[in-house]
């Protein structure tokens, strides 16, 4: 599809953002708000008693769960990043670490009264967990694979920077990965533009990008590749350049995210500052919408198409089973590590995010969250609205064995008829589901399901029109 062609079509969307915006869904800003991906937002989850965070907690029958681990490691600072991270870190400080990490799931397991985590899909992430030695992440994948059991099959996904998949280095971790039964690998690839890698101060090029790929696939993992868009240093003509190529790679799922400027976490990146200093270098946010449709229309010529919110895939099977049992299925979901959240069904838990207070923590026998959120009736019903919404659809058998109400009963069946006659929701007699408009305004139109206190921005942001989140 030719530039201009896709510049036409695009257009119709960007009509559709100043149209949210006079309705009051969209900030008038135009900035990207992300939500729906934890209810409620990271930020305001609450100090929680020790004894109080698992009181009444029941494990699920199945005794399956979704297993995440994190490693607060990189070689260098990316500009668009939030995550916490220790930059280029010793040797020394990683063994600290990985020997923590073990006792933690101790600790965990004896906490759930389990030997070992039966696993239904697997998330090591970051940081970068292959931000170690050969022998490090031998280290930690002996007792990983001791604490867990893989008889389920789970995918078992490595998030992963390319810098870490290539040369014989890159060859020994990927071959220890594989051994351990690693079968997924998602790579940040970020851009297939030198000059915007650059910007973003990532540790590789577009070549060793594509070298890191071509390891994972003839090493046979599937493999998904990240993208983002609406960073400084690009531009639509640009970024049509980058999605000519993206397609050229032979991979099993694209992920295509929207430059985050403010973070949903606790943490705030770079990017703002940067911001204020080279705001000449970052596309209008009307030009973002528009690369963010150019992405569905060119896409979809090549038969790949949104198959869970900003995941593409030309088959469904390939989505990350990860997001869509945390996100669509609300399954119970654990985490270990530095900053690592469990989001269980009726309760959010909340790691550190201090390496010191981790260590401590740990040392003395304890689970290493500080923060967490046990839900009431009403914010478990947000909470079994807005993720599946966001993600995919709500299903709506599910959303009563979740909360023990039926949809149609709840306070929330208005805006969601509101919703339809904006064409943004639809719905039949087994789910409730995003229209293609709705999908691409996904984060705001979940956003009037927040409690006011949690809407991440002021009211004063927002057109007094009906969609407005404070007025609906
Ligand atoms: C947890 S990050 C880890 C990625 C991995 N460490 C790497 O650098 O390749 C997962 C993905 O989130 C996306 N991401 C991170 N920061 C972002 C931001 N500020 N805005 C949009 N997407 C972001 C990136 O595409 C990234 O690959
Ligand atoms: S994007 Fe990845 S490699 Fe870059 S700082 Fe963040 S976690 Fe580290």
Not at 86 to 107: G, H, V
Not at 408 to 413: D, R
Request: contains cysteine; glycine residues 6%; proline residues 5%.
């Amino acid at each position: 599809m030719e530039f201009s062609e896709l510049i036409n079509l695009a257009q119709n969307r960007k009509n559709d953002f100043f149209e949210m915006q006079k309705l009051g869904l969209h900030c008038n800003s135009g900035e990207f708000i992300p939500a729906g991906v934890h209810y409620p937002p990271i930020t305001h989850y609450p100090d929680i008693e020790y004894k109080k965070m698992y009181e009444n907690y029941i494990p699920p029958k199945d005794g399956l769960i979704d297993l995440y681990v994190h490693f607060p490691f990189c070689s260098k600072c990316c500009i668009f990043c939030h995550y916490p991270s220790q930059y280029n870190d010793s040797k020394e400080n990683k063994d600290k670490y990985l020997n923590a990490l073990e006792k933690e799931f101790q600790i965990s397991l004896n906490n759930l009264g389990l030997k070992q985590f039966k696993t239904r899909s697997i998330l090591i992430g970051g940081g970068t967990p292959t931000d170690l030695s050969s022998k490090q992440l031998e280290k930690f994948l002996k007792f990983f694979t001791k604490y867990t059991d893989l008889s389920n099959n789970p995918q078992f996904n490595y998030d992963v920077s390319p810098h870490t998949l290539i040369g014989n280095e890159g060859l020994e971790r990927l071959k220890i990965l594989k051994d351990y039964g690693v079968n997924r690998l998602t790579i940040g690839v970020q851009s297939m533009d030198d000059n915007v890698l650059k910007i973003m101060n990532r540790p590789h090029d577009k070549i060793q990008a594509i070298e890191s790929i071509e390891n994972s696939m003839n090493m046979g993992f599937q493999t998904n590749i990240e993208f983002i868009y609406g960073h400084p240093g690009q531009t639509l003509e640009s970024w049509y350049e980058e999605l000519k190529q993206i397609v050229q790679i032979e991979t099993h799922e694209y992920q295509f995210y929207r430059l985050k400027i403010d973070a949903y976490g606790d943490q705030q990146g770079n990017i703002k500052q940067f911001k204020n200093n080279h705001s000449s270098l970052f596309p209008k946010p009307q030009d973002t919408i528009m690369m963010k449709q150019m992405v569905f229309d060119y896409l979809k010529t090549f038969g790949i198409q949104e198959n869970l919110r900003r995941v593409f895939t030309k088959d469904k099977k390939y989505i990350s089973k990860y997001a869509y049992n945390q996100c669509c299925m609300q399954y119970d979901q654990i985490g270990l590590g530095l900053t690592a959240f469990s989001s269980l069904r009726d309760r959010f838990v909340l790691n550190t995010q201090n390496l010191n207070e981790y260590y401590s923590r740990i040392e003395n026998n304890l689970l290493p969250f500080n923060r967490g959120y046990v839900r009431d009736k009403i914010a478990q019903q947000r909470w079994a609205i807005i993720l599946p919404l966001k993600n995919w659809n709500i299903s709506k058998n599910r959303f009563q064995q979740t909360t023990g109400e039926k949809i149609e009963n709840t306070q929330f069946y208005p805006i969601i008829q509101k919703l339809k006659e904006y064409d943004l929701i639809n719905e039949d007699d087994r789910k409730i589901f995003l229209t293609a408009k709705g999908g691409f305004f996904s984060d705001e139109v979940v956003g009037l399901f927040y409690e006011k206190k949690f809407i991440p921005k002021p009211k004063e942001f927002f057109n007094e029109g009906p969609l407005n989140p404070y007025l609906i």
